[in-house]
């Protein structure tokens, strides 16, 4: 980040330019009494000082040597053209387009984006993107909810968990009900949602079942039979997808999802302490007016040629006041353009080589842990890149793996009380066969 | 000033309703579609949803703004304009005619002394 100071001498033609003769002036509106006399703030630095302080902060960072940590965000490889995209100031400086239309490589780059999320999910119409996974998953339930004017929804007990709090927390405003479909947990289970626990559940005041593929433990939701639950009792399949699993698994338009969102951050987005990730959803073009956030659309001007518009904008709103279909219309550009760089950069084959990898490194996971007798699988289910492992005395050697830079994945039984030292631990295309040794050395040393 | 059929009831919000026994054909009038402009899409209310009087029931939807449908009397919708769904331009080209949006079976026909006939609406709209 540049260190910029501002002088004396810019601070008066700034003043000058919106034309009052100081500071106190602009707040000249507020009344004095209910304006503070002084903040409690540390003194200007210079900047030599400022890099230190933040170094300083910076040393209180732990970055994991080898991590299997996943759990709903990827590390994979991100090429160097997608931060030479990105940075461009174009990009990087500008904010979301007031006047949209004079801003068309900013429209281009999101009708790409969306054009790629359609591809990639088999889905007919997508959105200029949302804040992150779980915001997508919330605004996609409350879509739900307005195209089946129903006010319940089920929701799997394998979906991430950091999905159903902000899906909770959605929910709490408007009042809609969410029950759970218990996933199978039980000794020797599979992990997966059964259609016919869905079907207990639903029933015709549900607007939809919201189910992940692959569910949150790493394994294959029969997600056909999901949809074919809900639909029965007229409610809505939202599919929580992963989108690099898209390159191999089936697309969800194939198997008659109505809505999907997911988390972008694997596509080309660096891991961060909680973001900035960005959102995906997708859906059924007899479901547009119905969803939420800015939609770019293709079109032709006056000369014909191509141009790039916000399109049914009357959903918005600056517009629809109170009766948008969402009041969070920001997108988050910069992120969705990092994930169309990064599309664009591996092409159909890059995402199924990446997709590829990430499974056979789990398998290689799963395989050193239960052939040096350390683990075993806790779930029968066919799984993606992400296994869950039962680990004797998990927590204990969670603790010692940690110390040591090492994170052996995400510790299940924090959140699932059924599933004790259980471990869930993801593998990707970086996830190189050193590291799975060091895993097993130190694992093997904790004994 | 512009004069309206005088067979239909009308209300405040710019819907009218005509009635044909228990059965009740509700619209949005020429005034309330000129003042729209093009209309692009038209929600409509499901088969045998109850509809109260004045409550909203649907939203119209024109090129420059989005707004509710209110409905002008309180019933039970047994029908829709299916036809509005491919070619809502119907409200504008014919809203007393082509352009009637769902029709009624009236729950409480007492509602329609709550309404304006022709010549107060036009008063309203002048």
């Known amino acids: 980040m540049a260190y910029s100071p501002h002088t004396d001498a810019d601070r008066e033609r700034m003043l000058a330019t919106v034309g009052v003769g100081s500071v106190d002036d602009l707040f000249a509106d507020i009344p004095a009494a209910v304006r503070p006399a002084r903040f409690e703030i540390p003194p200007p630095l210079v900047e030599q000082q400022v890099r230190a302080e933040l170094a300083r902060l910076a040393e209180h960072n732990r970055v994991p040597q080898v991590s299997f940590l996943g759990a709903g965000a990827y ?32 429209l281009q780059s999101i009708y790409e984006f969306q054009s790629l999320i359609c591809e990639l999910t088999g889905m007919e119409v997508a959105t200029a993107s949302h804040y992150d996974g779980a915001t997508a998953t919330a605004e996609a339930a409350l879509m739900a ?14 979906v991430n968990p950091q999905i159903r709090h902000v899906l909770a ?56 039979e999901l949809a074919a639950a809900a639909h029965a009792t007229g409610a809505l399949l939202v599919a929580v997808v992963e989108p690099v699993s898209l390159a191999l698994l089936e697309p969800p338009g194939s198997y008659e999802a109505d809505i999907v969102a997911a988390e972008g951050q694997p596509l080309g987005i660096p891991l961060a302490y909680g973001g900035p990730y960005v959102g995906l959803m997708a859906a ?73 990898l990430s499974t056979v490194q789990a398998r290689h996971v799963a395989a050193a842990i239960e052939g040096g007798g350390l683990g075993e699988r806790r779930f029968t289910a066919p ?54 040794e060091r895993l097993v050395d130190a694992l093997g040393a904790t004994r | 000033m512009a004069s309206y059929p005088t067979d239909l009831h009308y209300s405040k919000d710019h819907e009218w309703v005509r009635v044909d026994g228990s059965t009740a054909t ?39 703004a989005v707004s509710d449908l209110f409905a002008p009397v309180s019933g039970e919708v047994t029908q829709v304009n299916e036809a ?7 409200i504008n080209t ?33």
Request: hydrophobic content about 40%; some cysteine.
């Open chain 1, 75 to 106: 590390r994979h490889l991100i090429p160097s053209v997608v931060w030479e995209v990105i940075g461009r100031s174009e990009f990087s400086t500008s904010y979301t387009p007031y006047q949209p239309e004079v801003s068309q490589g900013t």
């Open chain 1, 145 to 158: 909810c307005r195209l089946t004017r129903r006010q319940r929804i089920a929701v799997s007990g394998a």
């Open chain 1, 169 to 224: 927390t959605y929910c709490s405003g408007p009042g809609i009900e969410i029950v759970e479909v218990p996933a199978d947990l039980a000794e020797g289970g599979s992990g997966l949602t059964p259609a016919e626990a869905a079907a207990r559940v639903l029933d015709d005041d549900f607007a939809c079942l919201i189910s992940q593929q692959p569910n949150f433990f790493g394994v294959i939701e029969p997600m056909a």
């Open chain 1, 284 to 356: 059924r073009m007899s479901a547009v007016r119905q969803m939420p956030g800015r939609l770019v659309g293709g079109t032709h001007d006056a000369e014909g040629r191509r141009g790039y518009v916000l399109t049914l904008q009357a959903r918005e709103q600056h517009i629809r006041r109170e009766k948008a279909a969402s009041n969070i219309c920001t997108n988050q550009a910069l992120c969705a353009l990092a994930a169309t760089a990064y599309l664009s950069a591996v092409g159909p084959e890059g995402l199924r080589e990446v997709a590829e």
């Open chain 1, 383 to 436: 799984y993606f890149s992400e296994v869950a492992l039962r680990v004797p005395e998990a927590a204990r050697r969670y603790a010692a793996l940690v110390a040591q830079g090492i994170v052996p994945g995400y510790p299940l039984w924090r959140v699932y009380p059924d599933l004790a030292d259980t471990l869930l631990l993801a593998a990707t295309e970086l996830t190189s066969d050193a590291d799975i």
């Open chain 2, 26 to 64: 509700i619209g949005i009038t020429s005034y309330a579609a000129q003042e729209l402009g093009d209309v692009v899409f038209v929600e409509l209310p499901e088969v045998g949803a109850a509809l109260q009087q004045f409550a909203t029931f649907g939203v119209v939807e024109s090129v420059k």
């Open chain 2, 84 to 90: 509005l769904r491919d070619t809502p331009e119907h």
């Open chain 2, 94 to 126: 014919d809203p007393f005619g082509a352009g009637w949006v769902a029709k009624l079976t009236l729950t409480d026909s007492s509602g329609l002394d709550e309404l304006m006939d022709a010549d107060a609406y036009a008063e309203l709209t002048a």
